[in-house]
């Protein structure tokens, strides 16, 4: 069994480097032809359990790459960043000088946005991870940067922060299996 993810291609606020979670931006002219580029690699496989997240930018991702079928999933949605919804690392960094993310989490947003924690979105994951080891065959997964590296993280066995060593840029596809009957990452962060 292999596990394809897709990170959705560029958006305005990704380039931007504002964090987007819950705000359904969508992709860019140029993320969507990362999106087509993946079609070559997605497209043209046949995969027993697509799951993709909630948000337009990865349905418009999995569409432009050539998957004809898919299963919606909300466990995918991207980290909740709470009050830091939309808002640049370097932003954050004027009132917080050494925030990091994945070490000091989020403040509380409005009702729309509450945040939630990286252990949070490993337990979502977590249960992704479950309906993936159901599967009968190959998989894929059409989700966010911050999501996708917990899930990596979670995978492997290893704590959701740990999803913090696995930098991952739009567009690109990774690859998820086993070596030994052990989880490994096959591939990484690679672009189309």
Known sequence: MEIMLLR?????????????????????????QQARALAPIAGARSFSLVLVSPARRAH??????????YEVDPDLW??????????????????????????????????DHPG?????????????IARIRQAQGDVLVVAHGHLLRVLAA??????????????????THSLLGYEHGEPVVLRWNTPA
């Open 8 to 32: 959705h291609g560029e958006t305005e606020w990704s380039k931007a480097g504002r964090h987007t979670g819950r705000t359904d931006v969508p992709l860019t002219a140029h993320g969507e």
């Open 60 to 69: 418009r991702t999995a569409e432009l790459a050539g998957v004809a079928s």
């Open 78 to 111: 991207e980290w909740d960043y709470g009050g830091y919804e939309g808002v640049t690392a370097a932003e954050i960094r004027r009132s917080r000088p050494d925030w990091y993310v994945w070490r000091d989490g989020v403040v509380p947003g409005d009702r």
């Open 116 to 128: 939630e924690t990286v252990e949070h979105v490993g337990e979502r994951t977590d249960k992704v």
């Open 154 to 171: 979670r995978w492997l066995g290893l704590p959701a922060a740990h999803g913090r060593y696995l930098r991952l840029d739009t567009g």
